[in-house]
């Protein structure tokens, strides 16, 4: 029946496993979760070596880091049964019926969003920019999501049928940080499958700080920008994606050395600003445009 896949980088999985291995013992169906660990510090190993203990728990350490694609595709081979679920590890379960939320979904070929949450009651300054993001621009309802489903699709914590996946890979490709989502929620619009967004979400735990998630931002945008650069999505990111959508408007009247050239300017003020309030998400925004229009 279900197969709870978790890919591990430098997290303690104790209590999520854990939680997960209780609930799924609650269901009268199949149930194994595998967790591979994509070559986490000596430490998180040693503490997750006690969830192989647990019945139906496969635990496996990789030498080598093989990036987020790559290893959610090597997951997904390893898995005995037809529906997937995948999560992140840096996660928590809010809810006593997670699980069952999601075997009541697993009819036909379907693609299954459970949404993401975050603590509302956190309130660290040295988070507040990934802490910002994250209650704005992704913890959104089912209802929401469900207005543009393809262009919603995280990774954080779906369902899919084995069947899709075995068509439709993530893109390994892609060995940097970002966007490895929109790429793969692009692919699942071109083939005609659609996603399906339900309230059933994770709460994010493992958040970066200000500098390391501006400089992941950044990263991303590299992604993003290299996707662009490939006239198979080159039409439907535009469209898709604001940041892409003013960046080629941006283009068009040739204002993008301009803007490339007020990035440079301004980028060190403005990334001191985020990286010591982190509230201000036009200014991150900008900041990331402004560093799409210095890329060649």
């Given at each position: 029946?279900?197969?709870?896949?978790?890919?591990?980088?430098?997290?303690?999985?104790?209590?999520?496993?854990?939680?997960?291995?209780?609930?799924?013992?609650?269901?009268?169906?199949p149930?194994?979760?595998?967790?591979?660990?994509?070559?986490?510090?000596?430490?998180?190993?040693?503490?997750?070596?006690?969830i192989?203990?647990?019945?139906?728990?496969?635990?496996?350490?990789?030498?080598?880091?093989?990036?987020?694609?790559?290893?959610?595709?090597?997951?997904?081979?390893?898995?005995?049964?037809?529906?997937?679920?995948?999560?992140?590890?840096?996660?928590?379960?809010s809810?006593?019926?997670?699980?069952k939320?999601?075997?009541?979904?697993?009819?036909?070929?379907?693609?299954?969003?459970?949404?993401?949450?975050?603590?509302?009651?956190?309130?660290?300054?040295?988070?507040?920019?990934?802490?910002?993001?994250?209650?704005?621009?992704?913890?959104?309802?089912?209802?929401?999501?469900?207005?543009?489903?393809?262009?919603?699709?995280?990774?954080?914590?779906?369902?899919?049928?084995?069947?899709?996946?075995?068509?439709?890979?993530?893109?390994?490709?892609?060995?940097?940080?970002?966007?490895?989502?929109?790429?793969?929620?692009?692919?699942?619009?071109?083939?005609?499958?659609?996603?399906?967004?339900?309230?059933?979400?994770?709460?994010?735990?493992?958040?970066?700080?200000?500098?390391?998630?501006?400089?992941?931002?950044?990263?991303?945008?590299?992604?993003?920008?290299?996707?662009?650069?490939?006239?198979?999505?080159?039409?439907?990111?535009?469209?898709?994606?604001?940041?892409?959508?003013?960046?080629?408007?941006?283009?068009l009247?040739?204002?993008?050395?301009?803007?490339?050239?007020?990035?440079?300017?301004?980028?060190?003020?403005?990334?001191?600003?985020?990286?010591?309030?982190?509230?201000?998400?036009?200014?991150?925004?900008?900041?990331?445009?402004?560093?799409?229009?210095?890329?060649?």
């Open positions: 029946m279900l197969s709870i896949l978790i890919p591990v980088y430098n997290f303690d999985i104790r209590n999520l496993v854990s939680e997960l291995h209780c609930q799924a013992l609650q269901e009268n169906v149930v194994e979760i595998i967790i591979i660990d994509d070559a986490s510090d000596k430490g998180f190993c040693t503490a997750n070596r006690e192989a203990n647990l019945s139906n728990v496969s635990y496996k350490e990789l030498e080598k880091n093989i990036g987020r694609s790559k290893i959610r595709n090597f997951l997904s081979k390893k898995a005995l049964y037809d529906y997937l679920l995948f999560m992140d590890c840096d996660a928590r379960i809810s006593k019926t997670y699980i939320n999601y075997v009541k979904q697993c009819m036909g070929e379907v693609v299954v969003c459970g949404g993401t949450a975050y603590e509302s009651s956190e309130e660290n300054n040295d988070f507040g920019l990934r802490i910002n993001y994250g209650n704005k621009r992704e913890s959104k309802s089912a209802q929401y999501r469900n207005q543009a489903p393809n262009n919603c699709f995280s990774s954080f914590n779906f369902l899919i049928s084995k069947s899709i996946l075995q068509r439709i890979t993530f893109d390994e490709s892609l060995t940097q940080y970002g966007h490895e989502d929109t790429l793969f929620g692009l692919e699942l619009k071109r083939h005609n499958i659609k996603i399906r967004h339900i309230e059933n979400s994770l709460i994010h735990l493992g958040l970066d700080s200000n500098p390391i998630f501006l400089s992941k931002a950044l990263l991303s945008v590299k992604n993003l920008y290299t996707i662009f650069n490939n006239d198979f999505y080159n039409k439907e990111l535009k469209r898709d994606i604001k940041l892409l959508n003013y960046y080629n408007k941006i283009k009247l040739g204002l993008a050395p301009v803007v490339g050239l007020m990035y440079h300017a301004t980028q060190k003020s403005i990334s001191k600003n985020l990286i010591s309030r982190g509230q201000n998400l036009f200014y991150f925004d900008m900041l990331r445009l402004g560093f799409l229009c210095t890329l060649k």
